[in-house]
């Protein structure tokens, strides 16, 4: 099978979607560091299950996605997708069109999701699927920075995972500490079994015991059921003579409540013929004096009317003088304002007719031809004043450039015979050229040592930086360790001091009592007291007050399966009887809700001290008692000590852990000193090369300066003569073409000459010119003013013609009110005389309807006193029938609830009895000697004590006595099948280790083999072999590496020189790859720690797998070397801050790459 092509979107730096094409043969990545090349590595490691954030660089899965950028904006999602081709049968299920694509897809905060060729499946099938290929997320063919490094220094006993996951027994580790798991369990469960059976047999003895207390408790049951039922019988008849007698008083009330209401009928009819009148007499007697108001307010209207005419009239009158004082006034005005308005129009036709408006426009044209006369007058002035100006200065200009080139040329001919004169003394120097090579050699030789021992010290640094770390870090641990000790100190020493004073509480107290033995969790103090009470200061020795260990064989169970008091109390076997039978409920509404379903001798409490007993006692939560408190004491020693024992425990802990960070402090402070000396001979060997670097570089400069100098100096002064003899000519030139552009100008005199006559000949034109534009310019000023006085007349004429117009309208509307308020002022003089009549006759109506009003007032007056001594009579009759009714409805009430007692009596005999009344004599004899009911009771209540002392009875022990011996036969069988697993499981851990030894020795053998080979091919010689250390166990020793380079002898990895020890590492590593190669290998920059020659022979090796296994290679790389031996090459860039890119490069564009970087 072949994996040819890797596409990337949003995968950490690569945004945008990203191919690699993965061919045979070597593929190799390089580009600057920081670029994202091994964001490719976790991308295929991703794809392939990993499920752990840091072992890709990352916080948590999310942030894989890419976060964004200044200019890009931030991924939702990432996707990863392998393409595998040629899977074989291995593949076969998965195929489609020659190949498959594996998929992991992930979203912010959902999870990943997997698919191959678009259908989704598990993350495990993905694991299993890169398994069968021999490869994974952390297989051996994925090679990370650092693994080389790794291997190296880890221990031997952590090598041998490198051998088992070569041998393929991880898996058979997982399934052997599966088993190990299955087989505890299984023993687990098997002494459980038998816990089992041995309680089941202790209370198969018990039911025993039970059945016989369950038939005396049936046969006092049936005497309880006779006597109650005697009871009943009693209750019943005396029910019975109870209704009887209620029934004859009922007849008596019955009568009386018949006889008054006959008398309230007599008199409701006398009284309805009296209400009957009155309505009628009522609303006759309002009507008159609803008439009677009316009258007198339509009077008072009139007398109103009659005071308003007269201020009308006034008013009418007043009107009438101010609108004729009006219009004589407006008239008056009207005539003023058409007389301005004649005057008005005579002035503006006057104004109209002036002569000087027509000679308007042949002004305006006069006077626009002279100004532009002045105007090209002026102009001519200013452009001969301009070419003087120009003429002036371009002749300064010419004067003054004539005067620097002669300057420049008598200087540049100095320069000249000053230079050739320092040209030929330096012709005649010369030097030997054969130190220069000496010096340089010195120079080159000591940079190199200096670079060797920059490696070196930067080695030390590195470990130095890396030891001081380590000894803060545990410098700070010491600090919080002392910190936590100290605290820990001062919180033991405050237990003790509570300790102390909860002992001497106690010393006083009696030892051998319930309270001090009685062991239970905090929080239940006040539940014990509520269920033993006084109980708890009891002795549990012989004594006038005790508890005695008496064992009940049944207890009945709780209601609902509660939970008793017994799971949280132990320590005193004396009171386990009443601790069963007590129940703990949560809430008082609980203990209400249970309390009736409670049998003989049991009872419910809250953890506040709430107590619901069976036999219907009740009291709420307990108050604070002084055995309250001791309960409280007690359970605060017990956590007190259970405290102390804790931190005891802790403080010495702390100690050990102190001490042994103290050891290792004294190890790394040992191994920065022997670095710190090291660092310190390294830079005095620096400072040595350096000065003899210094002196011959002093040397050097020296010879320079004679030779290299000298000449560099001669043909700078060659160029520079024949730049100056150049400068001299092109100087000479310009200087005479400067000087005929001076004689070309034209002289200033005669320009002068020139603007003087222009200007005097013009002079008195202009003059004449300005006074005609100062004539016309008056003469058009005047025509402007008569203009705007035409406009401002016009105007007032306008307004006058609109104000006259306005007090025409108005003179009209004033004669029309005029005429109105005659009319008026002749319709009100006719009205007092109407108003006076109407007055009249309201007053003679107002009279006849008093003495009718007054009349009806009378009659009103009888009936209603009538109707009042009537209802006096009716109220009493009603007070007594209310009374005598209420005497009814009592009897009518103890009736029904001794009827209803009755029915609850015969509903009670038949749940009780399941028989009617009426079929006592059935149950028991009916006859004189029957006892009466106070003596029943107190029979009834004997038997109940009898019961009661017999306690809680299990009425189903022989049932349950059968079920228990067919649940001990099942029981006893299934331990059996458990004794059997157990033997299989051992059996099959032993086969477990055994397959282990077997595949781990055959791969040591074969991954020895081609360590010797690989190692052999890596170094051009020596020898190597591995092998297993500190225990004579396969499964438990460890992995050495024992390597002996060419010209060196046999000895540990880990006592090479660096090179040395990761070239055996890789030698280890493709050991491993070899005994079952991979599809793909990848590699991340294992080749930093190598030098050329040592990269030479690996990528060989490389280039050899490839070629044998078919394996591509996927190469990342800052080598020149390993880039030139790739097959193909591919850059990573990041030209675009935080955004990598893929480009397929070329041997010189990787180059560029790498100095990039």
């Not at 200065?393 to 004067?399: A, C, E, H, T």
């Not at 003179?811 to 109105?820: G, H, P």
């Not at 009493?876 to 005598?884: A, G, H, P, R, S």
């Not at 055994?994 to 190692?1015: G, H, P, S």
Request: net charge neutral; proline share 2%; glycine share 4%.
């Amino acid at each position: 099978m072949k994996f040819t092509k890797l596409k990337i979107t949003g995968f950490k730096s690569f945004v945008d979607t990203t191919i690699l094409d993965i061919k045979g043969g070597l593929t190799g990545l390089v580009g600057p560091n920081g670029c994202g090349k091994s964001n490719i590595v976790e991308a295929i490691k991703w794809n392939m299950g990993e499920a752990g954030p840091s072992r890709l660089r990352a916080g948590e899965m999310n942030d894989l996605i890419f976060a964004g950028t200044k200019g890009r904006a931030s991924r939702n999602s990432a996707e990863v997708i392998l393409t595998i081709e040629d899977g074989g049968d291995l593949l076969q299920s998965y195929k489609n069109n020659d190949e498959i694509e594996v998929s992991r897809k992930i979203g912010k905060d959902e999870g990943s999701t997997y698919s191959i060729n678009n259908k989704e499946v598990r993350q495990r099938d993905v694991q299993i699927l890169f398994a069968d290929l021999a490869i994974g997320s952390r297989s051996n063919a994925i090679v990370d920075q650092g693994q080389v490094g790794k291997i190296i220094n880890s221990k031997a006993i952590d090598r041998r995972q490198i051998l088992e996951e070569a041998a393929g027994i991880s898996g058979i580790h997982a399934r052997k500490h599966e088993t190990e798991l299955k087989l505890k369990s299984t023993e687990a469960n098997l002494e459980k079994l038998e816990e089992i059976i041995s309680n089941d047999q202790l209370r198969l003895k018990e039911l025993s015991r039970q059945s016989n207390q369950a038939k005396r408790y049936k046969n006092i049951s049936e005497n309880i059921r006779k006597t109650e039922a005697i009871i009943l019988y009693q209750r019943w008849n005396n029910s019975i003579q109870y209704i009887k007698k209620n029934k004859e008083e009922l007849q008596i009330y019955t009568d009386k409540v018949s006889e008054i209401t006959r008398k309230i009928s007599k008199k409701d009819l006398t009284k309805q013929e009296i209400d009957n009148d009155l309505p009628f007499l009522r609303s006759e007697n309002q009507n008159y004096l609803n008439l009677l108001n009316k009258l007198q307010v339509e009077y008072n209207v009139l007398i109103n009317e009659e005071e308003n005419l007269l201020v009308e009239q006034n008013n009418q009158k007043n009107n009438a003088k101010y609108i004729e004082t009006e219009i004589l006034g407006e008239t008056r005005l009207l005539k003023e304002l058409t007389i301005q308005a004649d005057t008005l129009s005579k002035e503006v036709e006057k104004l109209n007719n002036n002569d000087s408006k027509s000679n308007l426009d042949k002004i305006n044209k006069s006077l626009q031809n002279a100004k532009n006369e002045e105007n090209s007058i002026l102009e001519n002035l200013k452009e001969a004043e301009r070419k003087l100006n120009l003429n002036i200065s371009q002749r300064d200009n010419f004067k003054s450039e004539i005067k620097k080139l002669e300057l420049q040329k008598e200087e540049n001919i100095v320069y000249l015979k000053n230079t050739q004169n320092e040209l030929n003394i330096l012709s005649k120097s010369n030097m030997s050229q054969d130190k220069k090579n000496l010096y340089i050699k010195i120079i080159e030789k000591s940079k190199n040592n200096i670079l060797k021992l920059d490696a070196e010290e930067q080695n030390i640094r590195k470990n130095v930086n890396n030891l001081s770390e380590e000894i803060k870090n545990y410098q700070d641990d010491i600090d919080i360790q002392n910190i936590s000790l100290q605290n820990s100190y001062r919180n033991l020493e405050q237990l003790n001091a509570s300790k102390s004073i909860l002992t001497r509480l106690f010393e006083s107290d009696e030892e051998n009592i319930v309270i001090n033995a009685l062991k239970f969790p905090k929080g239940y103090e006040k539940a014990i007291e509520a269920c033993l009470g006084h109980g708890l200061k009891a002795s549990l020795e012989k004594s006038s007050i005790e508890w005695r260990n008496i064992l009940q064989e049944t207890l009945f169970e709780l209601p609902e399966n509660i939970n008793n008091l017994a799971k949280y109390a132990t320590g005193v076997p004396e009171v386990l009887n009443i601790l069963k039978l007590t129940g703990i409920v949560r809430s008082a509404l609980e203990g209400d809700r249970l309390q009736h379903k409670l049998k003989p001798g049991q009872q419910l409490v809250t953890k506040n001290g709430g107590l619901w007993r069976w036999d219907g006692y009740t009291h709420n939560e307990v108050a604070k008692t002084p055995a309250n408190q001791i309960l409280q004491n007690k359970t605060n020693l017990i956590e007190i000590n259970y405290k102390i024992k804790n931190t005891l425990v802790s403080i010495d802990k702390q100690k050990k852990d102190i001490a042994k960070i103290e050891i290792k402090i004294q190890n790394f402070e040992k191994s920065l000193n022997e670095h710190n000396n090291s660092q310190i001979s390294i830079n005095e060997q620096k400072i040595n090369l350096r000065n003899d670097i210094e002196q011959a570089q002093i040397d050097l400069s020296t010879y320079i300066e004679n030779t290299s100098e000298e000449r560099t100096k001669i043909a700078i002064l060659e160029s520079s003569i024949e730049k100056v003899k150049q400068t001299i000519n092109m100087s000479l030139e310009t200087l005479d073409e400067f000087k005929k552009k001076e004689r070309s100008l034209v002289k200033e005199d005669i320009l002068i000459n020139e603007i003087k006559k222009i200007s005097l000949a013009n002079k008195d034109k202009k003059d004449n010119l300005n006074e005609q534009i100062s004539s016309y310019q008056k003469e058009l000023s005047f025509i402007q003013n008569i203009e705007q006085q035409i406009v401002q007349l016009t105007n007032e004429k306008t307004r006058l013609s609109l104000q006259i117009d306005n007090i025409s309208q108005r003179l009209n509307t004033l004669r029309e009110r005029k005429l109105e308020i005659e009319k008026n002022i002749k319709d009100i003089k006719i009205k007092p005389k109407k108003i006076k009549d109407n007055k009249t006759n309201i007053f003679n109506q107002m009279d006849k309807v008093k003495e009718k009003l007054a009349d009806v007032e009378n009659k009103l007056s009888i009936k209603e006193s009538s109707n009042k001594e009537i209802s006096n009579e009716l109220k009493t009759f009603n007070e007594d029938l209310i009374k005598q009714r209420e005497n009814k409805a009592r009897l009518e009430g103890l009736l029904q609830q001794a009827t209803e007692k009755q029915e609850d009596d015969k509903n009670t005999i038949y749940e009780k009895l399941n028989i009617y009344p009426k079929d006592f004599h059935n149950l028991i004899e009916i006859n004189e000697d029957i006892p009466n009911l106070e003596e029943s009771n107190l029979n009834l209540e004997k038997l109940l004590l009898q019961r009661e002392r017999i306690g809680p009875v299990n009425l189903v022990a022989e049932e349950d006595s059968e079920k228990l011996i067919d649940k001990l036969k099942e029981i006893q069988n299934e331990k059996e099948d458990l004794e059997n697993a157990v033997s299989k499981l051992r059996t099959s851990i032993r086969s477990i280790n055994k397959e282990a030894k077997i595949r781990l020795m055959e791969a040591f053998t074969e991954v020895n083999k081609n360590f010797k080979i690989l190692f052999t091919e890596l170094f051009g010689g020596g020898e190597a072999y591995l092998a297993l250390t500190e225990s004579e166990n396969p499964l438990e020793s460890g992995l050495e590496l024992m390597a002996s380079p060419p010209g060196k002898k046999l000895q540990q990895m880990s006592l090479l020189s660096g090179g040395e020890q990761a070239l055996t590492a890789m030698a280890l590593i493709f050991s491993v790859f070899l005994t079952k190669p991979s599809p793909i290998c990848i590699l991340d920059e294992v080749d930093a720690p190598l030098d050329e020659s040592n990269v030479d022979r690996f990528l060989d090796l490389i280039e050899s797998i490839s070629e044998k296994s078919k394996t591509r290679f996927l190469v990342v790389s800052h080598n020149r070397l390993t880039m030139a031996r790739m097959h193909r090459l591919y850059g990573v860039t990041m030209q675009e801050p935080g955004v990598s890119q893929l480009v397929s490069v070329s041997l010189k564009e990787a180059e560029k790459f790498e100095n990039a970087g």
